[in-house]
């Protein structure tokens, strides 16, 4: 009844996870049940374990990239805070100029606009990426869905194979106990026969007979039913090591999606696709409407211009995001918030990076080097499959 009843919690609860998976960061190897004498089984897992560190590998390039973009734009503001007075006035006043054009622009489109001037801004510092961003979150959120399956599939499988184990353990041990029942029935009923014949001389040579070719067909089918249950053990453990396998991929995969979601919201600070879309679809009609409205935008353009310019000669490395955030450059506050943002992207980045170095990379190569050191016998070969990896995605 509890089998049946986490089964039916299982597919009428979504969001229902065992507990194993509640700690998702976590990458177990598990090789109790690997047959290292097996050259293919000592292959697939090596070649399992350097995957991982490949996948891991291209994950961080991609991350690094990111890193440094974000890193530049806080360096960028450490550059604009450390100008000198008269330089630092002389930016204040082009992006006021900036400011106060942004703000006539918008006073001439107060009847017929559809969205917050900020969350405008906004969307059009984020431009192309916008589209972009509106992919990549459809798509993480649903291969985060798969992903879900995935593990509540893989979850009731490893289950249902546990239970099966279970079942075969205990039948193996119920006829080791009825083949010790029967020779001791034997053992028994020669003795008695033994009795019979000597101390009253009964012709018991049928009694042997019949106890004999009895204890034989028992034995023989205890014997065949126990090596059938042997072999579906080793058939189930095989499984289950191949499921726990499984469920480190999948971890691992969870893992970076989930990380991968997470910057994405941060970084278009919405909560899903949805949203992002809905929100481009208001940009892009505000964006039509104010085409009206080109001599402002004349205007507009030759205060980015000048602010740029000074940006520039400031060494700031990216001065176009500044055209769209000048209230940071006049408020202390708004700079304060724009470089929180930036940190907790950093951060996010950098917990993703840590990740796939420390708990994927670094495990999978501690893992391959314990390899090594408990299999002395098969260390040259696995020192070759390593070299044979690296010089083909070198």
Known sequence: MNIIRRLINRFTKEDD???????WEDVVYDRKNIEFRDHKQRKDYVIGCLEQIKDAQMEIEGLKQ????????LKDMEEIEALPASESQALKDAAMRLSEVGKSRAGHELKSVPMDEGLY???????????????????????????????????????????????????????????????????FCVLLLLVLQLGFAMDVQIGYLLTAGLCAIAITVIFIKYSDARRDLKRMEKSINKLIGLHNSVKIRYVNNSNLL?????????????????LHGKYLEEKKRREAFRQLEKKLKAAERDLVGLLREARVGDPLIWIHQPAAILDKREMVEVRHNLIIRRQSLRKRVDYNKEVVAKKAQDEIRELVEDYPAYAAEIRDMVAEYEGKYS
Do not use: N, W
């Open 17 to 23: 996870f065992p507990a194993e998976f509640e700690l």
């Open 262 to 278: 997470e910057y994405l919201r941060l970084k278009y600070r919405v909560a899903s696709a949805a949203e992002l879309k809905k």
């Open 121 to 187: 801004q906004r969307m059009e510092a984020l431009g192309d990426q916008v589209e972009e961003g509106i992919r990549k979150l459809e798509d993480a959120q649903e291969y985060h869905k798969k992903i879900k399956l995935d593990l509540k599939r893989l979850s009731g499988e490893k289950e249902a194979y546990a239970f099966r184990k279970s079942e075969i353990t205990h039948l193996m041990e119920d006829l080791r106990s009825v083949m010790v029942v029967c020779l001791s029935a034997t053992v």
């Open 66 to 73: 990111e890193y440094d973009i974000v890193t530049s734009q």
